[in-house]
């Protein structure tokens, strides 16, 4: 069982930065370097909405219209952690967010937009944007 850790959550004004970290750990796999992770978000009375996908390699990366151009996901295999880069926040950020991953095989991110595909969830971190 993989439990993913997500952390970096806070308060912040509109126009700020923070940054997200997803880290795994588990009986049996305490790696994220065979899986494709991804951010998500939630906010308050809607559906879960992508953010962020990236390859096991990390050099695939797909964004979600909302956030395109002012979030960056990023991975550290060393540090085994995925990043969530987020910068000019607005108070539409506002939202759980949350790490998802699942092993693969491919270098791919095809069909990982959805987040039924992902077969590992964290727990979330609050990210509070005020204007």
């Known amino acids: 069982q993989v439990q993913l850790v997500e952390s970096g959550g806070g308060v912040v004004q509109a126009g700020g930065s923070l940054r997200l970290s997803c880290t795994a750990s588990?009986?049996?796999?305490?790696?994220?370097?065979?899986?494709?992770v991804g951010w998500f978000r939630q906010a308050p009375g809607e559906e879960r909405e992508f953010g962020a996908v990236?390859?096991?390699?990390?050099?695939?990366?797909e964004y979600g219209d909302s956030v395109k151009g002012r979030f960056t996901i990023s991975r550290d295999v060393a540090m085994n952690t995925v990043y969530l880069q987020m910068n000019s926040l607005k108070p539409e950020d506002t939202a759980v967010y949350y790490c998802?991953?699942?092993?693969?095989?491919?270098?791919?991110?095809?069909?990982?937009?959805?987040?039924?595909?992902?077969?590992?969830w964290g727990q979330g971190t609050r990210v509070i944007v005020s204007s």
């Open positions: 588990g009986r049996t796999f305490s790696t994220l370097t065979n899986y494709v």
């Open positions: 990236i390859s096991r390699s990390g050099d695939i990366t």
């Open positions: 998802a991953a699942s092993y693969v095989i491919e270098d791919s991110t095809v069909g990982f937009t959805f987040a039924r595909k992902y077969a590992h």
